[in-house]
């Protein structure tokens, strides 16, 4: 048990659609990451937020966006779905920003499938 | 460029067979190396965090170390409940905290 729930745990959208996920990260913990994971790949970064900004992004385009609120908690917003963007989605927290030392913890996911 | 590679993809043990998981990198400045261990559909649950080369750390049946250049999982007599798919990663702390990962290997372990 890592502390981080996410939200929904399955969902079904249609191409062109919009999609909110939300992750409740471990207590006291400042910092939470998003991560596309495929089947059979590795997961990929999307962004990060440390207090409640962005300070990190992969390469995902604009129609990925985020949001961090005062209590931590988060948010991974998709616009325009694509077919491609199913996928399982991942959040992970840590305190304290990146530091080495730093662990990084995840929830168990979101699946995203697009039709 | 940044990257990680893990080998083999896959690894198909009789239980009580040890072997070892390579997860090959190369980055710059390297500050660190995540073990991981997925469940299939499950999200990634943290192992070891090895810092610096010559480090190794044990959990039951699992060890991991560290080398400048790569590092090794090594599973003594395994159980069919260590099988999952094994996943390591590196921070790119000049990135915000990017971790980069291998695409993982994924270890079925049979009675």
């Known amino acids: 048990e890592t502390g981080v729930t996410q939200s929904p745990t399955h969902l079904i959208k249609t191409r062109g659609q919009q999609v909110t996920l939300r992750c409740s990260s471990q207590?006291?913990?400042?910092?939470v990451s998003w991560y596309q994971q495929a089947l059979g790949q590795g997961p990929q970064f999307i962004f990060q937020y440390y207090r409640e900004e962005e300070n990190g992004r992969g390469n995902f385009p604009p129609r990925f966006s985020g949001l961090q609120f005062p209590n931590y908690s988060s948010e991974l917003n998709v616009n325009a779905l694509e077919l491609d963007d199913s996928a399982l989605y991942l959040c992970a927290s840590s305190l304290g920003g990146t530091h080495p030392g730093n662990t990084i913890y995840f929830g168990e996911g979101s699946w995203l499938t697009v039709v | 460029e940044d990257q990680v590679t893990q080998s083999p993809e896959a690894l198909r043990l009789q239980e009580g067979e040890s072997s070892s998981l390579n997860c090959s990198y190369t980055?710059?400045?390297?500050?660190?190396l995540f073990w991981y261990r997925q469940d299939p559909g499950k999200g990634p649950e943290f192992l070891f965090t090895l810092y610096s080369a010559g480090e190794e750390k044990e959990k039951e049946r699992l060890k991991a170390t560290l080398t400048k250049k790569e590092s090794f999982l090594h599973i003594t007599a395994p159980k069919p409940e260590d099988s999952a798919t094994y996943l390591c990663?590196?921070?790119?702390?000049?990135?915000?905290?990017?971790?980069?990962f291998g695409q993982g290997t994924e270890l079925s372990v049979k009675p």
């Open positions: 207590s006291g913990h400042n910092t």
């Open positions: 980055v710059s400045g390297l500050r660190g």
């Open positions: 990663a590196v921070p790119l702390y000049n990135q915000g905290g990017k971790l980069i």
